[in-house]
């Protein structure tokens, strides 16, 4: 009785010390959240249960690689199965052998352990996965590895409590109980005095890894085993990929965009914390993928990291507990380490040639140059110290101009501190708060290299969103920097001055409509009783070979009698390009004036070409006051034509065709299908599908305004896309995007193939059918 008393007594005390240690570790992450721009949580809230339940009970987005998916199935629903098996446990060891007065007892206790044997192979198979496969998207060390020694030991201590509980309590072999009778018949014989001894050691052997793990969870990627169901709770509720307003007539405003950690708002500080470093997002990001310094898990990680340390130092509270294991409390900080060496180049991680795509140079980059150095107690103490170490001076802030190609040299470092004695790497800024975010957390090569193709979202379990982070990012450095790569401000100011990218004068943006013979294109103001508004944007209206196209389309239009009408030379640029560069302004400005033109020819329907158009016009422009107007792409209007029988494809196209998805126009918007059946309307096409394709599609690399900007790093973007496509060993690469058009048909130059590979649009390719006068090859 005294030993029940004094076990109780100590497990109460163990117990409440840990779960006191678990809401500190919560409560001191949740004060560095109250330093993020406020979030409106409650309307965010609404509505969220069905993909609430298929994200987090059907692991939706983790089923998305089979493989690990079933063995995460395996191990979220085993954890919550046995956390019935871990109270009966407890209650075993605080009564002195009695169980939860639960129904079918036998069939409960057969269950816990089928469930501790295939959370054993689960934990055998990801440690296969880290360290037999050796995925290269997957941490290996100590830190990503805890939990599997974590997880085993906890098994064991199950079976090695319910094995020495038999022996105590001389409970008979049972077929409900195969693993621990098993286990008991090992050790058969043995006194009771010393089974019951083995129960209680490794009856708190497990408690104690338990609780350890609990208070562990929180400072570790396992958080997100608290923070992922609240993160995908409150996922944004409007349409995937649309960029928040900004208001630029606030004059209480500070600045615009994000300059430091605290100008992300408590939304997206809490997707830092629902990240599990998975790398799914760096495995699909077509810039890890080519070689480029952008990495989105690492991206989310060192974020995390700099809000914890900049948190810890604003707030006093530290992230670490029980404190008396770190002594050093929050002094540690991360920053970028601009000795680090360069990115290397593709061709020397891919000297034989045979891997389209890999992320290994990137992520031994993003290791290389995240280094964890010792802040300064107090601005005393670091000039002291300064004195007497070697360090490595940086300027406040680097152009673009003063980086490497592979955008990892800094040319303010300093030659005497890269040849000290010691080697090691101290950064200027001695304080967490004084690093800058961008240039002492983040490159500007990282933030430039973004597609924002969605690839990263669309494949994260925890619904972690990084396209947002980064635009938010570009806004500052446009807006109040005035810092941009040279090809992209040059672009943006010829959008600025002629409405177009190239800086073509904008009288002349009508001019294509004189290619067409016999075909009228009128303007609104000619046809005023239009029922679609046919915006072609700049690509259609300039770009020679976007031109065909626009030809097409309208030749298509008219076969089919559908009543349309261009703006004409009244007609702006839509703003995709200046919103995700950062130049919120200047969109603004465009989506102002389009808006005033369409009210002004009582717009109903659009229909465009272009997928950034699309996504920009019907998911932008409402929070800028476009209503009542139903926007199409041109595949769906053609599908839909097609369906009515208003075209008819006459003529067969004998060519095999693959399909390359559109990332504004698939992952944006969810139009897979209508591309697809206008091919499979054609007579003659035999329609081919790449490995990566519909929602996983890899990007073609001109999203984001990279199509206005030099590729410096690793492989092209669309290249790699070009040879997965062909793969596939098609005759034709199709599209239904002006940009992707561009990047295909530049890919099949790249790889000298351009004469028997054509790359086609949507439209052209109907056109062939319907007309049979604009054959494919000629």
Not at 70 to 89: E, K, N, P, S, T
Not at 495 to 506: A, C, K, M, V
Not at 571 to 589: H, I, W
């Amino acid at each position: 009785m005294a030993w029940q008393t004094a076990n109780l007594l100590l497990f109460l005390a163990v117990t409440g010390y840990a779960l006191y240690l678990f809401w500190k570790t919560l409560y001191h992450r949740y004060l560095y959240l109250k330093l993020g721009q406020p979030a409106d949580f409650k309307r965010r809230g609404e509505g969220r249960l069905a993909e609430f339940l298929s994200q987090v009970f059907g692991q939706k987005k983790l089923l998305k690689d089979p493989k690990s998916g079933i063995m995460h199935v395996v191990v979220f629903y085993g954890f919550i199965i046995l956390q019935f098996g871990a109270l009966d446990l407890i209650v075993k060891g605080l009564t002195g052998g009695g169980h939860l007065p639960l129904p079918a007892y036998d069939v409960f206790g057969l269950l816990q352990e089928i469930t501790v044997a295939l959370i054993l192979i689960a934990m055998g198979y990801a440690a296969y996965r880290r360290y037999g496969e050796k995925l290269a998207r997957l941490k290996r060390g100590w830190k990503p590895s805890i939990v599997i020694f974590f997880i085993f030991f906890l098994m064991l201590s199950v079976v090695l409590s319910l094995g020495f509980e038999r022996l105590w309590l001389q409970t008979e072999p049972s077929g409900y109980a195969p693993i621990s009778s098993a286990f008991a018949a090992l050790f058969d014989g043995i006194p009771t005095a010393a089974a019951r001894v083995a129960f209680y050691v490794s009856w708190w052997a497990h408690l104690l890894i338990l609780l350890s793990f609990l208070v562990y969870v929180p400072q570790s990627k396992h958080f997100h085993i608290v923070t992922a169901p609240i993160n995908i709770w409150f996922r944004r509720r409007e349409p995937v990929g649309k960029l928040a307003k900004l208001d630029l007539e606030n004059e209480e405003a500070e600045s615009f965009g994000v300059g430091k950690i605290e100008d992300f708002t408590q939304k997206q500080m809490l997707d830092f914390y629902a990240c599990v470093e998975c790398g799914r997002c760096t495995n699909v990001c077509p810039a890890s993928s080519t070689g480029k310094a952008l990495s989105p898990m690492h991206l989310i990680t060192k974020l995390r990291d700099h809000l914890q340390e900049k948190g810890a130092a604003v707030t006093g509270k530290s992230p670490w507990v029980p404190e008396f294991a770190f002594p050093e409390g929050g002094a540690a900080m991360h920053a970028f380490n601009a000795q680090a060496p360069h990115l290397p180049e593709w061709r020397e991680v891919n000297a034989d040639g045979g891997a389209i795509t890999d992320i290994r140079p990137t992520l031994a980059w993003q290791k290389a140059t995240w280094t964890a150095v010792h802040a300064a107690p107090s601005p005393g103490a670091a000039s002291s110290r300064a004195a007497s170490e070697t360090s490595v001076a940086r300027a406040d802030s680097t152009p673009a101009s003063a980086t490497s190609a592979a955008g990892v040299a800094r040319a303010d470092a300093s030659p005497a501190a890269a040849a000290g004695a010691t080697g090691a790497f101290v950064p200027a800024a001695r304080q967490p708060q004084d690093l800058e975010l961008i240039g002492d957390v983040l490159t500007e090569e990282e933030i430039w290299s973004c597609t924002t193709c969605r690839n990263c979202e669309d494949q994260c379990p925890v619904g972690n969103e990084h396209v947002d982070k980064i635009v938010d990012l570009r806004r500052h450095l446009v807006l109040m920097q005035g810092s941009i790569p040279h090809e992209g401000q040059r672009a943006l100011q010829n959008i600025e001055r002629q409405g177009n990218p190239w800086g073509l004068s904008r009288n002349d943006r009508a001019k294509w409509t004189g290619e067409i013979e016999g075909i009228p294109v009128p303007t609104a103001r000619e046809n005023p009783n239009f029922e679609y508004l046919l915006f072609v944007g700049s690509m259609g209206s300039y770009d020679l070979r976007s031109r065909k196209i626009s030809r097409a389309f309208v030749r298509l239009l008219n076969e089919a009698g559908a009543n349309f009408a261009i703006l004409g030379n009244e007609e702006k640029n839509s703003g995709d390009t200046p919103r995700r560069m950062g130049n919120e302004m200047l969109f603004q400005q465009l989506a102002a004036e389009n808006i005033a033109t369409f009210r002004k020819y009582n717009v109903r329907k659009i229909v465009t070409a272009c997928p950034h158009t699309f996504h920009t016009l019907k998911n932008e422009y409402p929070d800028f006051g476009l209503e009542g107007v139903e926007v199409l792409h041109h595949t769906q209007l053609l599908d839909r034509l097609l369906q009515q029988g208003r075209l008819i494809p006459r003529c067969e196209v004998k060519e095999r065709i693959v399909y390359h998805d559109s990332c504004y126009l698939g992952r944006y918007n969810n139009v897979y299908d209508e591309p697809r059946n206008v091919l499979k309307a054609i007579p003659g096409v035999e329609l081919a599908e790449m490995a990566r394709s519909r929602e996983n599609a890899m990007c073609c690399g001109a999203g984001g305004g990279m199509m206005w900007m030099e590729e410096k790093a690793g492989k092209r973007v669309n290249l790699a896309r070009t040879e997965q496509a062909l793969q596939t060993r098609p005759t034709v690469i199709g599209s239904a995007c002006p940009y992707c058009l561009t990047m295909m048909e530049d890919g099949t130059k790249m790889k000298e193939v351009e004469s028997s590979v054509k790359a086609r649009d949507i439209a052209e390719i109907l056109e062939t059918s319907v007309f049979g006068d604009r054959p494919i090859r000629t």
